[in-house]
């Protein structure tokens, strides 16, 4: 059996190059053939987005916690690509400072969620890709690029795919570091839920809502994440639902072992943004992941339209989550122009049936707006995906340039950006 995705739903083409330097990576390009490379992070995508059947170019050799560089006006730090967000985060925690935001799971590396325009929540937090200022890449040419903030193809280089080249180092923004406190409520009426959902995501720095949409009339969880240094105490009551006073998976009957502290106990950002801890598998591990990104004006008609597919929802998912994220420029970022609410859908692994419900999905999520997270599983293809981005075509020319022998390019990416 070949190499997989964490999944296990892809097997990968290629063997496993294990690149430790620039100039490793430098060797590799000037010895491939088109279509021979893809840059391979921590392997949690759901699509094929890094297959290839020539060399799936590691990032662990740009993993060293060593490299890590805070600078002198501790505003930033570097990076190198491949470290995984938890690892730097306790980097960070014990110099006193802070990532401004986290996914909800700590175990991605940096390069692989910054290219695939990852995100967590709050309404006021962009994607993680939001918080690159620097970027360093081998691209297609075999040439080591650095692109930064304010550059002309900067927006355009970020949320890329990989299909530039592969990514040695980063460099992030940073603060100091900061207390949060995480709270769950259970049992929201979802009409009331709907009627007051921007005012109902704004409670706090980060707000995600569970539903298994077993009850359609009931969004089960709530999980309120506050700042302490900037917001309110948490409510006695949402919607009338109260405080859970026992601690929550996403998933009900699930153990919550694997989640990070709740019932109101303050801890430090890393502990509390992501919704899972480092040292745990994360999520639940047997199941497949698709998410929607739409227009927050859009949003309360996309949930309608997701709520009347209950009944055909229900018998595949395992949970929905619900989130916000601040609109940015990133040209392939789902978030690219409009503050957006993501749409997440939670999968039992069975992907023909899953692959099977997500046109019908996809017909009602996309004629709102809708844009795909490029390393979930989706259905759209480049004539459908590319009215979604104003900057679609402008990307596919920063590719030419980049990579003019289509040495990062896959059969996932020719279809999804007619490359």
Known sequence: MGERNWAGNIEFGGT??????????????????PGS?????TRHSFSPIADTRGALVSSAGFADAAQVRI?????????????????LARLLEAEGLALANL???????VAGAVATGTHGSGVANGSLATSVRELEFVDGEGALVTLRRGDADFAGAVVALGVLGFVTRIVLDVEPSFTVAQTVYRHLP???????FDKLVALGYSVSLFTSW????????????RRLDRDAPAPDEVLGALPSPVAMHPIADV??????????????WLDRLPHFRLEFTPSNGAELQSEYLVPRAAARDALY????????????????EIREIAADELWLSSAFGTDAVGLHFTWKPEQTAVDALLPRLEERLLPLGARPHWGKRFHADADTLAPLYPRFDDFRALAARHDPRGLFVNDFLRDKLAL
Request: glycine fraction near 8%; hydrophobic fraction near 40%; charged fraction near 20%.
């Open 16 to 33: 496993v190059a294990s690149p430790a330097s620039v100039t490793d990576v430098q060797r590799l390009v000037a010895d491939a053939g």
């Open 37 to 41: 490379l893809r840059p391979l992070g």
């Open 71 to 87: 600078a002198d006006d501790r505003r930033s730090v570097s990076v190198p690509a491949g470290i995984r967000y938890g690892e």
């Open 103 to 109: 996914a909800s799971l700590p175990h991605i590396s």
């Open 190 to 196: 979802v009409d009331e839920v709907l009627s007051g």
């Open 214 to 225: 077993a009850d359609p009339d009931v969004i089960d969880q709530l999980w309120l994440k």
């Open 255 to 268: 153990d919550p072992v694997h989640c990070t502290p709740q019932l109101g106990r303050p801890g430090p």
């Open 305 to 320: 339209a997701v709520r009347g597919m209950s009944a055909e929802i229900v018998p595949l998912l395992q949970i929905t």
